[in-house]
């Protein structure tokens, strides 16, 4: 019998039909949609007069342009408002679940996915949003798409996409104290680069993933797309079943024997190929943080900025560019410079996991007095348990502010913007230039990585302060 | 959305040698709030073409009256980071239909197709090329033909042939969008759902 990779099989069974020499036509099992890259893609099928072919495969909340507060008020931002406006008009025209602000399960697409049990293993899942990738942690193909392919998926149920090649990304061993998922997946891409898996999707493999939460997992499938692959995926095992047990979408009953037993089959068979792989060794991986404008500039938090002089040609001058940008020089160490922001949130460590870690930390401690410190739940089930939990009055004890669910600071496209030339370092996915705030500067790390640094106030190795 | 059928085009480029530009720099997110695609073109590269004021950055390429064109020749790793495809609608509203480049990324380069910019991707080597003659000579022109899936450095008649799948390709010289072709399709569509 022919071997096949976890994504072969995920794949294979959702090809519809192939175009000769061209793409697949791929069926999507769930779209999420949100209020920024959806309206277009409405306006387009109504421009068309056609409708949405099956409205209960797509799911709606309004999470990247939302305040942070008030959210049981109008919108202030006129534009905003008129998005989040579309999106509900749109959601109740077509018949699609809405999960709006302030009810009960609002949050960041990719955290309500998975928390109601709509992300399940062996689906294919699309949203207008790159970080889509985060629900392969199930073990689903699950990736980012423009907004054409959001109407596509709208009107079709379909999109047509070339299979991208595969690659295993197999990281073995125990995490050392003070480590997390956030510091392996920095630690990949910062071997692999920025653009290194582009044109793959990543299997992540071997007992330092295995042993991992599904939280930790989620983290590492969202930031795949940092290195430019379309998505990642993890094989499900007990931990996903114990996760998505008795979940709101979950299979109940019968049914939830039947979905087991055919999850249990989701593995890349023994002997299959990828057309591409590395192996680290968790031993390796220490905590993290990016220096640089891109995901792939990270390093150990103990290590120095590289040294430009082995650098040639338009990489110089990139690193460079990049360099000047952060305000730093190469070859100096990063530990201990001076920080104004922290930022806990976004998709990819806004989980209760997360704050819980934060909390556990700071605790009996207070921030810096140069530190601003926001803590932003990815959703509305975890600030609800980061309350019961007794978390939010931990961490408002040590000087955070708590702000209601979204995406905020992560892309700033609300008003949580992190100044000009102030550094931030957060626990998102991207320090672009600019992402959190014309000019702003962002250094990427862990949610421990960045609790030391509340604390202090400078950059610091949580293994060192705590 | 149907869009201008690509054939041949035969013009001058505007040089951005940056690497690794990804989609935030293209559009920054705070200009992503409109509900029409209209008007993108406006912010395209918005913080590095405008200061906090408003004031058009001089040292930057789209503000240099030396360089235009319909063809952005672009760093490698072009188009990375975020999904929006307002990031190609703005490249396309302000007059870009193709963009050249040694490395694209995946989403990116998709959303250019499918609202037809065409994403030619050349060797480093030709690359450079190209970047050095328009240096040296802004009124320099290329010419990128689909049907042979080549592009041109005309003054030196150097070339170079680009991938493109047949299907992309007959959708860009007909302008057509992959949707036209799923809703053709959609009872197949439906029987494949029934299955489960
Ligand atoms: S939290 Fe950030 S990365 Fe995640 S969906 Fe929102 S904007 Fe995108």
Redesign the interface.
Known sequence: MEKKTLFDKIWDAHV??S?????D?F?IDKHFIHE??S??AF??LE??G?GV??PDRTIATPD??VPTVDQDKTIK?K??R??VE?LRDNCKKHGIELHDLGSAHHGIVHVIGPELGVTQPGMTIVC???HTSTHGAFGAIAF??????V??VL????????K?KKMRITVDGELGKGVTSKDIILYIISKIS??GA??YFVEYAGSAITNLSMEARMTICNMS?EM?A?GGLIAPDQTTYAYLKGKRYAPQGEAWEQAVAHWESLKTDDGAEFDLEYHYDAADIEPMITYG??PGMGIKVKDRIPNADLLEG??KT?FL?SLEYMGFAPDEPIKGKKVDYVFVGSCTNGRIEDIRAVAGFVKGKKKAANITAWIVPGSREVEKLAHEEGLVKILEEAGFELRQPGCSAC???NDDKIP?GKYAVSTSN?N????QG??ARTLLASPLTVAAVAVTGVIADPREVF | MPYDKFNTLTSTVVPLPAENVDTDQIIPARFLKATEREGFGDNLFRDWRYDVEGNPKPDFVLNNPTYSGKILLAGKNFGSGSSREHAVWALYDYGFRCVVSSFFADIFKNNCLNIGVLPVTVSAGFAQQLFDAVEADPSTEITVDIAQQTITLNSTGASETFDINAYKKENMQNGFDDIDYLLNIQEEIREFEMKG
């Open positions: 519809v039909r175009v000769p020499n061209g793409p036509v069926f920024v890259t309206p277009v306006l387009n421009k068309r056609i072919m099956y990247h342009n931002d534009l905003s008129m998005q579309k207008g949003d790159s980012g798409i423009g907004t054409s392919e109407e596509m009107a079709t149920q379909c999109i047509m996409q070339v991208p920025a653009a582009t044109g797309i430019g379309r404008t891109n338009s990489n990139s560019k892309l700033a496209m000009a991207r672009f230039e600019g992402r014309p000019g």
